[in-house]
Every structure is written in C-alpha cells, then in structure tokens.
C-alpha cells in the first residue's frame, strides 16, 4: 500500500462539484471510477476541501491509498485518458505514507473572475461572473484591505457546515483590473463555506456603489450575515492553489493549465 | 427603408459558421429569425465574409435592409434578448443608404490562439487550439516576417470558392507569447478560404521545428499547397476586426467582449 497525491485541474461547469454524491458526477466519483476501471481498486479520493457545481479548480490536491505499484506518470497518463478531458490530472506522485490533502494543508488561494462589458460576452459563458455595472476599483481595494487579517468571518458564509469555529485569517486580497475585467486574488489559512463568494459579492456591491467599504468592518463585527453582501455566483470562482508546509510536486509546473487568457490586440 | 450594420460576437462553438444553410444554424440564420420574429420582416444579412463552423469572432460586422424605424438601441436590445446569449449584437447603427460590410471592407483582423500546456486545459476546450510540444519563438518570428507583404496566397487556401485572384497584402503578423500561450495576429487587406488557418499552422509546424522559416518564401514562390504547412483547427480562430476608409460604429466599443482573459496569479 502507498500514499498518492495530485494536483488536478477541471471545468467545473462539467460536474456537479468535487464530493461524490448519489446520481450526480462528481470529480471525486469521476477519478474513483477510473482508478477502478484502471487498476481494479476501490479506491476513496481525499480532496484538499469541496468545490460547489460550477466553481473551477486549476490546482486542487487530492491523496488516495493504493495497492497497484504501476508508475506514478503511465498511471496519471492512464487516468487522464479516461477522464476525457473536463478533468485533468497535471500532476501526480507517490508521497510520505501520512500525508493528507485536508488535514496537512495550510492556507488556500482562490480567484474571482469578473467580466464588466455592457451585454454579456458569448464566449466563455460559464468562465466568469458577468456585471453590467463598472465598477468603481478605489473603495474596492479600500473594502479589500478591510478583510485582511485574523477576523470572525460568519458573516460572511452561508449556512453550511457546521464547525467549530468560524474565525479564519485572509492572508492577501488583491484586486486586478483590466479592460473590462476585474479579478480578486484571496489567499488565507482556510474559508467556510461560501465564503470567497461571499468576499467576491461584497466587493462588487461595494464596487457597485450599493455598499461602503466601512460595511466590512461592521459586518466582521457583527458576524451577522445580512451585514455582508451577496454571494457571487459559482461560476467566477477558481481554486488556484492549496499551499502545504512541505513542497509537494517537485518540479516544472506545467499542465494545470489556466484561466484561459487573453493577448491585447 | 434604411440601411443598418451591426457588429457582432459570437462563440463559433454554437453555430454550423456564418452562412445560412438547410438544416444547420448559422449565425446570419440566428439573426434573420430574431428579425422576423421581432419585426415580422423577411431581412436577408450580408456579413463582411463568412467564418466556418468553431471558429469565433468578436468584431463581426454585417448590414442589413430594414422596413422597421425602430429605435437603434432597442433593436439592438431586442435582438439580444431573442438571440439568447451565444451571439450579442454590441452595436448597431442607421447608416449610409449604400453601406455594404462585404464590400466596402478594405482588411481583417484575426487572431489565432494557441495553449501549449503539457495537458489539454480542462476549461475553454472549444476556445483555443491545443499543442502539446513548446515551440520555437525565434523561427516563428522568421516566418511570420516572409509573409507579411503583398503575395500571391493560393499555397496558404484550402480549394474552396473559386476567386479571380488569389494575391492578397499581408500587412502584419504578430506573435504574443506568454506562459503556455502563444497568439498569432493577423491583419490584411483580404483572406482566401482558410488562409489565416494555414498560416496559423505553418507557423506551428515552425515552431515545432518540422518547417524551416524559409518554407514560407518556397511556399509563396510554388502557390503549391502541400509547400505550406497544416491547416490549423478552427477552434482556435477569432475575428478580430473588420477594417473600414469610414469611422464605423461611434463612440466607445463595449460589450464586444473579448478572448477570455487571464490574470498573473
């Protein structure tokens, strides 16, 4: 028996999120079935967290146990072509016997992608969040700042699971602008449910003028969730990274591919 | 009755190209339906040229007859709502009685994009063209400099409609490189069937050190198809521009959207 991990890269437009879950695909379910198809294993896939329906992931980790001692690179070959292509395994390794893909993480980043042009673009429908309004990028950054730091952040999650203590740390909120297009860059030691899309939602209510930046700091006093803004929808939402203590997948990192990019023209 | 011209984006994804044909929907089809739906009038659209099945454009431009003295900008609203997202109408304008978007355009712009990733990326999979090997910048470069110019093309053109000449001006090829990307921009005063595809794979064949940069002369000197290289997929391509003598479309250019946009992360 040895530990495996991966770094994993999917359309979340293509599943009904990460967990498996009777009658809908899941990504957990879709690299099962293959590990079974392939090397005859029951296998459970350990995810770094969930992701919801339609939030993508460029590098999420998963860790599995397997028997089969089949080469770490013929067995990622394998289970990419049985995935078919809306989820890719970029990257995969035999590691220490005890690691864990939740547990041992330390923080995550996610991104938050916004397309700000007047009618809604048709290409890549299910790749962003799409606002008509533009916005205002000063009080964003403002509001922004305001979230960093160590903070009770039940306001700004929605009922999901229950755990034991809603108090996180957001390491950096960055907010990047171009032609018709605003991203948030959010990295911290870990989010509730809901909770980078609630940030996503807050910030463009507040870029939208609907909200003062000041509502931050209320709303993360409050802890009341009405206090925040709204929840953006899943489709803008990227799962850029899970950062560990320790390097995991040494080498070039190629094959995550990305949020697929534009050239100036 | 009054001459209108629209400019149009569209996932190529979602139609069978530009043209009207039986039993296929076309874009020009997409747009004389919701015309007649919206003001009961048969209207036949004539687009600047037509663009084959997957391939994208962000700037299309096209014109039309109209009976109809509907306002401008709520018939292009009106037209969007029944196009239903996968076509947006960015602008639209009353303009000169004798207009013609096929004619009177004196160049095109167009883009090819291309993902180098070891993997095929999850997202965007009908957005762009996929190569697995990195490629050579330096001898694209090369190549892409021997077409620019006035030549006779017909080594770059898949047979297709039969025109009088196939001598065309390449005015510019640019090549945009950036992590796991490459894009080709194309702008000249015409293009025969398939011949921004040729290049784009000629260039990649180039990149891929399976043509030298001096092939492209060999070609243009033969006119012999097989001296050019592939035919790139048409996944990968996007109509950028239609060029005009005459300031077409006023004012600020929102809402055409754009090649879905990547931020540094």
């Not at 990622?76 to 864990?100: P, S």
């Not at 039940?154 to 996180?168: C, D, H, I, L, Q």
């Not at 030691?189 to 809901?194: D, K, P, Q, R």
């Amino acid at each position: 028996m040895r530990t495996v991990r991966m770094q994993i890269a999917y359309d979340g437009s293509a599943y009904f999120g990460w967990q498996r879950q009777d009658g809908f695909l899941s990504v957990q379910e879709a690299i099962e079935d293959a590990l079974l198809d392939l090397l005859g294993e029951v296998v459970t896939i350990y995810g770094s967290g969930r992701t919801d329906t339609g939030v993508h992931a460029l590098r999420q980790v998963a860790h599995c146990q397997l028997e089969s001692g089949l080469d770490d690179d013929r067995l990622r070959h394998a289970l990419n072509f049985r995935l078919g292509g809306m989820c890719v395994i970029g990257r995969l390794e035999t590691c220490r016997a005890d690691f864990h893909a939740r547990f041992d993480a330390v923080g995550k980043r996610y991104g938050y992608w916004v397309e700000t042009a007047r009618f809604r673009p048709p290409l890549g429908r299910t790749m962003f969040h799409w606002v008509r309004t533009p916005l205002e990028l000063a009080p964003m950054r403002d509001a922004a700042a305001r979230l960093v730091g160590e903070h009770d952040f039940k306001a700004f999650s929605n009922a999901g699971s229950v755990r034991p203590t809603t108090v996180r740390t957001i390491h950096s909120v960055r907010i990047l602008a171009r032609t018709e297009r605003v991203g948030f860059i959010v990295q911290g030691n870990g989010f509730l449910y809901n909770m980078v899309r609630t940030i996503a939602g807050t910030l463009l209510d507040v870029g939208r003028g609907r909200l003062k930046p000041q509502q931050v700091d209320l709303a993360l006093k409050s802890t009341v969730r009405e206090d925040a803004g709204v929840t953006a929808p899943a489709e803008g939402l990227y799962l850029l990274r899970v950062l560990y203590d320790e390097p995991v997948f040494a080498g070039r990192d190629r094959g995550a591919g990305g949020v697929p990019g534009a050239f100036q023209y």
